[in-house]
């Protein structure tokens, strides 16, 4: 579907379901160069990430994967008849977190820096 990003420059997605749980999306700059390409299990980022310069050079490669959280939300109810709204915490469940090497290049598609990450965290070298 064509979408707008936050200047206002249309870009067209693309979703491609490769099973039940799990899509690989591509988003592409206006004039359908590729942008974005990714995959998500459950609507969270998981599996392969590629972005993209508008001259088709890799930006930013990595790899994303899901870890159970402890993370809490709350969600409100409100009972139609009494209008009372009842709160309570519900677990949030699995978040995407950057996992693996992570690299980034310049426009010219040279190697800036890799970076290793563990369930989110960056290691240090």
Known sequence: ???????GNPFLKIRKNLNKDTVQNFVFYAGYMLKREFETVNDSLCGKFLEY?????????????LIPSEELTTIEEEDLLTGKITSYEVSIGMISQKHGAWSEYNESGDLIETSLYFEGNKKKR
């Open 1 to 7: 579907s064509e979408e707008f990003n936050q200047e």
């Open 53 to 65: 310069y508008s001259n088709g050079t890799i930006e930013t490669q990595g790899q994303f994967v």
